[in-house]
Structures are given as C-alpha cells and as structure tokens.
C-alpha cells in the first residue's frame, strides 16, 4: 500500500469512529431530553414535575412533558431491561395523561410514578 492510500484509509477510519460515537449520543437523547425539561430545574426555579405535582405547571409544560415522555418509550434505556423501562414509561404517559385531564389523585399518582431513583438505579448508566 502507497502513503497516499494509507493515509486515506486512517482518515476514513477516524471519520467512522467519530459517526458511532455521535451515533451512539443520539442514542438516548429523547430520554435526556426528557429529564432535562421535566426533571432538572433551571437555576432559581423548580422542576416542571415538582410545578406538576403542586398543581402549578402550565398547560403547555404539562403538554410538552408528555410529548416527552412519550418519545423515550421508544428509546432502550443505557441500562438495564428494556421492556421493565418501556413499562415504567407507559405508566409515566398514563399518570401524566391523568394529569392533563385534571383527574381526582393524578397529581398523586404523577409523583409516585417519576420516582427518580427507582427508575435510575435500573436503567440509568453509572
Ligand atoms: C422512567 C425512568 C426514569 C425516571 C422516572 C426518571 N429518570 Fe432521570 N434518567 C433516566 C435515564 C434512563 C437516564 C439516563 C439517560 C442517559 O444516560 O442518556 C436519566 C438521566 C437523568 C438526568 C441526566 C440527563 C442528562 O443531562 O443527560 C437527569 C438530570 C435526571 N435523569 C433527572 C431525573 C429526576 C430529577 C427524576 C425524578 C424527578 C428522574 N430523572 C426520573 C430515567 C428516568
């Protein structure tokens, strides 16, 4: 093999590791996308789920949560069983829809269901 060629074929090779890397970002970006809406808060402000839980948020927070939390049931978690987290997401839409429809116990139901560190500890990578 030539120079020439060597060096084309090392940089088509750095070229197809940092796709996979990028692909591999992607990989989990709904859910990511997810906590950092619903479940981080802004700095001097509360979290769009403890606003949820209190009766606060708006009608467009509690929307666009739910478009959320809708997209990471597609996603396969870091972590863990797969179908245990598309379970635990479903029930998260199904409390959140609860919430949306302004149903008697929502709020309540909505808090149990984001348990951060139950979800976390399966299916969150160290
Ligand atoms: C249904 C499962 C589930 C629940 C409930 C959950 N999380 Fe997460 N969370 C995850 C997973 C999975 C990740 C890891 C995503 C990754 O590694 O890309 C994560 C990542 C995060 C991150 C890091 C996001 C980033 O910037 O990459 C934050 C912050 C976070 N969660 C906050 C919370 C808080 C606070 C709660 C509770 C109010 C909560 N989460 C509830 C599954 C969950």
């Not at 060629?5 to 997810?34: C, G, N, Q, R, Y």
């Not at 959140?96 to 139950?118: Q, R, S």
Request: aromatic share 6%; charged share 30%; hydrophobic share 40%.
């Amino acid at each position: 093999m030539n120079r020439f060629f060597l060096t084309l074929s090392i940089a088509a090779l750095a070229v197809s590791a940092s796709w996979s890397t990028l692909a591999a970002d992607k990989e989990f970006e709904p859910i990511e996308k997810a906590m950092k809406f619903a479940h981080k808060a802004p700095k001097g402000e509360k979290k769009v789920s403890d606003r949820i839980i209190d009766g606060t948020a708006s009608e467009e927070e509690l929307q666009k949560t739910l478009v959320l939390y809708k997209a990471m049931a597609d996603t396969k978690p870091p972590k863990g069983d797969a179908g245990a987290f598309k379970d635990r997401v479903a029930k998260l839409i199904d409390v959140t829809e609860n919430v949306v429809a302004k149903k008697d116990g929502a709020t309540a139901a909505y808090k149990e269901a984001i348990n951060c560190k139950a979800c976390h500890s399966e299916h969150k990578a160290d």
